[in-house]
C-alpha cells in the first residue's frame, strides 16, 4: 500500500511512515501535481479537502474525516484492513531503515547517553537518520497499540 498526504495531513505521514507504509508527503505541493504524483505511481491520495470529493474518476482517493492524528491512523488502518505495522520508514523522508552493524559509525551522530545506553540503530539508506528505541516511539507504540491487537482496528 502506498499513500500520498496532502498538506494537511503532514503528522498522518509521518506516522504511517513510522507504521511502516510508503507515504509521500509535500507540504508545498499543488493539488495538481498532487493528483499526478498519486495516479502516476499508484498511490492513494488522502485528504481532508472537500473539493477532492466533487472530481468524477478518482478512484485511489480516500477522505480522512478525523481532525486528530490518532483518530486519523486508525481510519486509514480500518479502511485498509491493515493488521499488523510494517517495518519502520524514516519519519522525514520515507526512506529504508537498515540495521546498523557497525555502531561506531554513528557514535557522533546521536547523543553520547544514548549511544552508551541503547542497542539497536536503524539508519535511513536515503538521508542517513538514525533512529532507535526510545521513549517516543515507545510512547507512539504504546498509543497505537489497540490497532493490532487480536488484528483487528477498533471503532
Not at 15 to 30: A, C, E, H, K, V
Not at 122 to 140: D, I, N, P, Q
Not at 144 to 152: C, I, Q, S
Amino acid at each position: 500500500m502506498k499513500f500520498i498526504a496532502d498538506a494537511m495531513l503532514g503528522r498522518l505521514a509521518r506516522w504511517l511512515r513510522l507504521l511502516g507504509f510508503d507515504t509521500l508527503y509535500y507540504p508545498r505541493i499543488s493539488d495538481s501535481d498532487l493528483l499526478k504524483f498519486a495516479l502516476r505511481e499508484g498511490r492513494v491520495l488522502l485528504t481532508r479537502d472537500t473539493h477532492f470529493l466533487r472530481m468524477k474518476n478518482l478512484n485511489n482517493l480516500f477522505f480522512v474525516r478525523s481532525e486528530d492524528p490518532l483518530e486519523q491512523v486508525k481510519e486509514v488502518m480500518r479502511a485498509f484492513a491493515v493488521k499488523e505495522p510494517l517495518p519502520g520508514r524514516c519519519a522525514r523522508c520515507n526512506g529504508i531503515l537498515c540495521k546498523v552493524n557497525e555502531r561506531d559509525s554513528i557514535k557522533d551522530m546521536i547523543p553520547e547517553y544514548v549511544f552508551f545506553h541503547r542497542g539497536d540503530f536503524m539508519r535511513c539508506e536515503a538521508c542517513g537518520s538514525v533512529y532507535w528505541e526510545g521513549t517516543h516511539l515507545r510512547r507512539f507504540r504504546a498509543m497505537l497499540d489497540d490497532l493490532f491487537k487480536n488484528g483487528e482496528v477498533p471503532a
